[in-house]
């Protein structure tokens, strides 16, 4: 894998394009070269968005003639359908073959430097030709509590909220910052690599006013540059919500205190931990829950109450949180938090925890069965499935997943929360007779 270091000098070394290289005569279809005698450009490798691009995608190649491209994959997705349509594009353009990157990206390695132009356009076409592929808008993370059952909270959420960051209010330190790389990992396992990000991140959690907050543990200053690959350092716990103003103090302040060719790393270890965390201290408090409760949700989650779910068996490094074996008594404690929102007046939020409640006792059975669902959702899905399609409910429950959806998306006010919570109760209830039946194959 290059450092970022060789990566910026093969950069250097190869950009921008030179039209002379990309269009030399040899190189130009048989169909054209004999046309009038003149020299043949594409007038589009002028246009600015295809520099751009080709600035941070284009790379040089062994071979002349031919260079390597790598494509942005935000955040590392890629719908089905796109991927159908790039499977042309890599048939058309790379020698049917495309590699997947370190960074959560693709390259194509065999593209000839004459059809650059047309590459492009066609990534235009299906949306894949964003500019600034390993730069520090390119923020790496992993799933996080999206979908990861380990993650504490929502990774993605936030390399989102930084990416946009650097096309809005951040776009001052794109130059000064571009060769940064920003990792984010869901849980202290760090399958993003925050560990060796110049600005790490993993996710966490933080009580204020008897609520819980989304957060992150920042970390700063790791490298993997051969001879000197070094961890980053721990600089704190921030709610998810400050966490690109931390960002913005950060490069606020390298680009205050840097010497001319000082790099993030290098300054960050001259300048010290201890002043950093100063600069940083304004934006470890949360602030109040009446000020603004947008705090108290996680970045992609709005309207949903943040919690931290019990640690279970994960689809990665699943040894250092143990697996959880769901208790009929989590269920009884969600409705205990159901009725206090519910005294406040809180009718989301008792709402929220009616349904999350309901859930986790459908949980109990379906662990029996070695089911063990994502999502709440899935929770009665599979309840459904399993126990009330197949009889074993003897009738009751029917249309169960629908039954709690339609009461969670009904008008918020007090009756309606009073209804599900006594729904919710009720199934409670229903689920710790059901789990001490024998267990039956349907
Ligand atoms: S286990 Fe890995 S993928 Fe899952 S949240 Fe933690 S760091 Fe992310």
Redesign the pocket.
């Known amino acids: 894998m290059r450092t970022q270091k060789e990566l910026e000098e093969e950069r250097k070394r190869v950009g921008p394009l030179k039209l002379d290289l990309a269009f030399r005569s040899e190189r130009r279809p048989e169909s054209l070269n004999n046309r009038n005698g003149l020299r043949l450009l594409d007038p589009r490798t002028l246009e600015s968005d295809f520099q751009d691009w080709a600035r941070d995608s284009v790379i040089e190649h062994k071979l002349p003639g031919l260079r390597g491209v790598h494509i942005r994959l935000k955040l590392g997705d890629i719908t089905s359908k796109d991927a159908r349509q790039l499977a042309e594009l890599v048939r058309r353009f790379s020698a049917n073959e495309l590699k997947v990157s370190i960074g959560q990206n693709l390259y194509l390695p065999w593209v000839r430097e004459e059809e650059l132009a047309d590459l492009y356009a066609s990534l235009k076409q299906i949306g894949l030709a964003d500019s600034g592929v390993g730069t520090v808008a390119d923020v790496t993370t ?4 999206d979908t ?1 059952r ?3 909270a929502s ?1 993605k959420g936030l390399g989102t909220a930084i990416s946009e960051a650097f096309e809005r209010r951040l776009s001052e330190y794109q130059e000064l910052a571009r060769l940064l790389r920003i990792k984010i ?8 690599q925050h560990g060796i990000a110049d600005i790490g991140f ?2 966490a959690a933080l009580s204020h006013e008897g609520r819980t907050i989304p957060a992150h543990l920042l970390f700063v200053g790791g490298r993997t540059d051969p001879g000197s690959a070094t961890f980053a350092r721990m600089l704190g716990k921030f709610p998810a919500k400050n966490c690109v103003d931390v960002i913005a103090t950060l490069l606020r302040v390298y680009k205050q205190e840097k010497s001319p060719t000082e790099e993030f790393c290098e300054f960050v270890n001259r300048f010290g931990d201890s002043k950093l965390k100063e600069e940083l201290e304004k934006w470890r408090m949360p602030k109040s829950f009446d000020a603004d409760p947008g705090f108290y949700e996680d970045f992609g989650h709005q309207n949903e109450s943040f919690a931290v779910r019990p640690g279970i068996k ?5 040894k250092i949180v143990p697996e959880t074996e769901p208790h009929i008594q989590t269920a009884r404690e969600g409705l205990a938090q159901a009725e206090a929102y519910l005294y406040h007046k809180e009718f989301e939020h008792s709402v929220r925890a009616a349904y999350d409640a309901a859930a986790a006792a459908a949980r109990v059975s379906l662990y029996a069965r070695l089911v063990d669902p994502f999502t709440s959702d899935e929770a009665f899905w599979e309840f459904e499935n399993l126990f009330i399609l197949s009889g074993q409910t003897q009738g009751a429950w029917a249309n169960l997943s629908s039954r709690f959806r339609e009461l969670r998306e009904a008008e918020t006010n007090e009756p309606n929360t009073r209804t599900m919570l006594n729904v919710a109760k009720e199934f409670v209830n229903y689920c710790e007779q059901f789990s001490q039946l024998p267990c039956t194959t349907s």
């Open positions: 992993c799933p996080g509590a990861c380990l993650g504490i990774a990992s869901g849980c202290p396992n760090g399958c993003a993993h996710a994960g689809e990665c490094a699943d």
